[in-house]
């Protein structure tokens, strides 16, 4: 009977928890992002001012969505997909992203590299690595530059059927990532409103672009469920960061209540739309600090700070980049 | 801005009947189709009458979007272009050759700051004359404070042959001397004109020759961007800026599209707490792919230059060099 079907289910919760984990696996990525479990369908903005090695998590994350989970014995701990990169800064360096890769699949795991790396430089020649995994790595990734915002727009429209191809020779896409988000914001500030035919045209502004962009991507993470990662650059001033640097020691102070709301102090300006926003799932600040750190003689490397800030987790980490990638500083 | 009836001419479904259903919706250009959800539109040709073809007209339009953005690589690809065409110009300065090992990367945009007279004009024009002398290829000098010198080219380029046929010597420092070609740019819309003409002349030429453009050279971008800076009320701070970062990104275009090394100079303004900065601001630190630091000591010749961006190498990496006279 009809009421029946009512009381049996429709699956076990076994069944259930098989169909829901499966697709909504957390990532867990490299340090500085390791701290929040991030899922497909997120969408983590990366900001900080220029230079603070934000592309530098960038194609790390590319690197572990590339690489398999397991090869020829050795556990890389990937996420077996394809990674596609939209570069709008159209400043990717090819060279610095393979050699990255040779590193990883030379040693095998990361941590290995970092203890071969304090006892000699690497050198480009002598780095022992499978060449077919690289060359299935370096495939999976896919790679687009965007000089301006219709450019971005077109790809964003056209990359549905682009990531059903990949799909239908049993490829999926993991990540999207977007180099950075803030890119032609000053060019299409400056976009003048001639008066156009049809009261109701839309103009091209920051504002209508963005929406578009939202709309656009917001589309492409239900069709396709992949993590979303963008960078922006902070576009404003010094001083605000200065402040901020003041109130270090002290993170509880960088957050100010009124009545009853915790307002956060963002230590940099926001210039995005607010559809981008509301957008954003999770956000976490690069920052330069003062200190460097005295890797060997000659090397110098300057450390950086990351802070989550949505969540909001009130603790700094500190990581610096060295030639085989970002690493976190005790 | 192309009108939808424009296009009615190559792509005949995208009839009279198509153009006036966008039109019921304010899309009059493939600009503005960008602007909308096509799924939406899609939906609303669905109630109309013609819909099979009002949806084969908007797939049309799909492709035609999907021709409108650069082409789609994979890793390999990239590496295999860039193995191809990015090589390393030197810049005749050992100095700062090993620092960048090898010199200006073909494809990216590197910056030179520093105060002035700190040695930016002078690497400028030893760069120009390397390529021009040892690459065979040209060099484009977009000189905007009348800084460029012919004497100093010549000295740079005869200074390593040997003092004996003066007509062979001549006859070669003539065909180097050809290979730059040096223009001078007051303000930023005239660079506009110069780097599009470039780009039409490089988009239409064929394949090689040895009058390929190897280099370009703007000295300097800071002082073609300041006389724009104090433009009238809000509207003219905006333009600026964006002014400043569409030439970023036509020169970045450049450089990747047609295989050329930029090379570009910027001055130091005071920051905060006396320690000066580079000059043009927040938003044009993301432009460049390598920024230098140069600097001078008082009489001498030689010079400081240490890394403030790059996209493989530590930032504060330093060298010395020198320019021999």
């Not at chain 1, 219709?150 to 990532?177: D, P, S, W």
């Not at chain 1, 963005?210 to 589309?219: A, H, M, N, P, Y």
């Not at chain 2, 650069?70 to 065409?85: H, K, M, S, T, V």
């Not at chain 2, 010198?149 to 740079?156: A, G, M, N």
Request: glycine share 6%.
């Amino acid at each position: 009977m009809e009421a029946k079907g009512w009381i049996s289910g429709d699956e076990s919760a076994k069944e259930m928890l098989g169909r829901v984990l499966s697709r909504a696996r957390p990532f867990l990525l490299l340090p500085p992002l390791h701290r929040v479990p991030l899922r497909p369908r997120n969408v983590l903005e990366i900001v900080g001012p220029s230079p603070s090695a934000k592309t530098h998590l960038l194609i790390q994350a590319a690197l572990t969505c590339v690489l398999p989970v397991d090869w020829n014995g050795v556990h890389y701990g990937g996420f077996d997909g394809f990674a596609i990169f939209i570069d709008l800064d159209c400043r990717f360096d090819i060279f610095r992203f393979s050699h990255l890769l040779k590193l990883r699949l030379a040693s095998g795991s990361v941590s290995e590299i970092d203890r071969e790396q304090n006892n000699n430089t690497i050198k480009r020649s002598s780095i022992a690595y499978d060449e077919e995994l690289y060359t299935l790595c370096m495939r999976r990734f896919s790679y687009v530059r965007c000089y301006d915002s219709f450019e971005f727009l077109a790809t964003l429209k056209t990359l549905h059927y682009r990531i059903q191809k990949e799909k239908a020779y049993g490829n999926c896409v993991h990540m999207l990532l977007i180099d950075s988000i803030g890119a032609f914001h000053w060019i299409d500030r400056a976009s003048t409103c001639l008066p156009l035919r049809g009261s109701n045209r839309k103009s091209h502004s920051v504002q209508t672009v963005l929406e578009t962009v939202v709309q656009e991507i917001r589309k492409l993470l239900l069709l396709h469920p992949m993590l979303a990662i963008a960078t922006k650059a902070t576009l404003f001033g010094n001083r605000a960061m200065n402040e901020a640097k003041w109130n270090l020691r002290k993170p509880d102070t960088s957050y100010s209540q009124i009545g009853g709301i915790t307002a956060l102090q963002l230590p940099y300006r926001e210039y995005m739309p607010s559809a981008w926003q509301t957008f954003v799932t999770h956000r976490i600040l690069l920052r330069p600090s003062d200190d460097h750190l005295a890797v060997s003689d000659d090397q110098n490397h300057s450390v950086y700070f990351s802070e989550w800030l949505l969540p909001s987790l009130s603790f700094l980490d500190k990581f610096i980049v060295k030639e085989a990638g970002v690493f976190l500083v005790a | 801005m192309a009108p939808l009836k424009s296009l009615e001419q190559e792509y005949p479904i995208l009839d009279s009947n198509f153009q006036s259903f966008c039109a019921s919706h304010d899309i009059f250009s493939v600009e503005d189709l960008l602007l909308h959800d096509l799924y939406v539109l899609a939906a609303f040709a669905e109630q109309e009458s013609s819909s099979e073809r009002l949806k084969q007209g908007i797939a049309q339009v799909l492709s035609i979007i999907d021709g409108q953005h650069q082409p789609w690589l994979n890793g390999i690809e990239l590496l295999e272009d860039a193995q191809r065409n990015k090589h390393v110009l030197s810049t005749g300065c050992e100095g700062i050759d090993l620092l960048l090992h090898g010199g200006l990367r073909v494809g990216q945009l590197t910056e030179l700051v520093g105060p002035s007279s700190s040695g930016k004009t002078q690497v400028c024009l030893l760069a120009a004359s390397n390529v021009a002398k040892k690459h065979i290829g040209s060099v484009v000098y977009l000189d905007t404070g009348n800084s460029f010198s012919p004497q100093r080219v010549t000295q740079f380029i005869c200074q390593h042959s040997d003092p004996a046929i003066d007509q062979a010597k001549h006859r070669t420092l003539q065909k180097v001397m050809n290979n730059i070609s040096c223009k001078s740019v007051f303000d930023i819309f005239t660079m506009f004109d110069v780097l599009h003409q470039l780009e039409f002349n490089l988009r239409s030429q064929m394949q090689g020759g040895d009058c390929k453009v190897q280099l370009l050279i703007v000295d300097s971008v800071s002082s073609m961007v300041t006389p724009i800076l104090g433009g009238s009320g809000s509207q003219g701070i905006h333009s600026w800026h964006a002014l400043m970062i569409s030439a970023g990104y036509l020169l970045k275009k450049l450089a990747h599209e047609h295989n050329i090394a930029v090379l570009v100079t910027n001055h130091t303004v005071g920051g905060d707490g006396g320690i000066s900065k580079p000059a043009l601001g927040e938003s044009w630190k993301s432009i460049p792919h390598v920024r230098l630091l140069l600097s001078c000591d008082h009489g001498g010749s030689i010079c400081n230059v240490s890394i403030l961006k790059h996209p493989s190498m530590a930032v504060g990496k330093a060298a010395r060099f020198m320019i021999h006279n």
